[in-house]
């Protein structure tokens, strides 16, 4: 794992290690040019005062599952010719690609809340120990998602393709650009059943004090997430010799 680690780093961007550092500024940059755009045309936020704080919210949730559990899905597919190495699991290209996102949300977790405290921003949460929570629950979604369809990815590369467009669908109605606890009863439980939506709702719910946390519901989240996951490694064990044989 440490090999895949090392290698994907030095390879991701400009052939060098410190191309890394350029995989948290991509999240940064798409949450900020959003940002910017509704500060700049006036949008006043539904919840708080400060609108670049209020869509920081929903994106930072749902931006952390979407690079994450995409860029562990490509994953096997750039770094299938290490499986030729009878040491390199599939296990290991997967969790090494998902420590590397992991820091790298870390990262633009950081950044953020210190670009908006420059702001004169007040980034932090109404309750942290719920953000908190929410924020580790959105992590180990994505972890779970995305170790998921990336053993899929092994048997049917097609996954892939549906994979990127499903995740727009994911991000649309993720809740990250509206308030889904404020729509019709029956357009907000249908939303609910994606579980970046809750878990944006989740954060939301941490940062303002008259916000309904209806929509959330931790056990659904926690248990879509482990699923999910359970279902990844089951098929990673159980043919794993059939993903060897396709290398």
Request: aromatic share 16%; glycine share 6%.
């Amino acid at each position: 794992m440490n090999a895949v680690i090392l290698r994907d780093m030095r390879t991701r961007f400009f052939g060098h290690g410190l191309g890394f550092l350029v995989v948290p500024l991509w999240p940064f940059v798409h949450m900020s040019i959003l940002i910017i755009i509704h500060s700049v045309t006036g949008r006043v936020p539904p919840y708080g005062d400060s609108t670049p704080v209020f869509f920081a919210t929903g994106l930072i949730p749902t931006l952390l599952f979407v690079y994450v559990s995409r860029f562990m899905v490509f994953s096997l597919m750039q770094n299938r010719p290490m499986l030729a190495f009878p040491v390199v699991q599939v296990s290991d290209i997967v969790m090494g690609r998902a420590f590397l996102e992991i820091i790298a949300a870390f990262a633009t977790l950081l950044l953020v809340l210190v670009v908006l405290w420059a702001m004169g921003q007040n980034p932090f949460p109404n309750d942290m120990e719920w953000a908190v929570c929410g924020y580790l629950s959105t992590l180990w979604l994505a972890f779970g998602v995305g170790y998921c369809v990336g053993i899929m990815s092994m048997f049917f590369p097609m996954i892939v393709t549906a994979y990127n467009l499903t995740v727009i669908i994911i991000y649309i109605t993720s809740g990250s650009l509206f308030v889904a606890s404020d729509l019709p009863g029956s357009f907000s439980y249908y939303l609910s059943f994606n579980p970046v939506l809750e878990c944006v709702e989740w954060m939301r719910s941490a940062f303002y004090e008259n916000y309904s946390d209806k929509l959330v519901s931790p056990l659904y989240i926690l248990s879509f997430a482990t699923i999910s996951l359970l279902l990844g490694l089951s098929l990673e064990r159980g043919f794993r010799r059939t993903m060897l044989e396709g290398k």
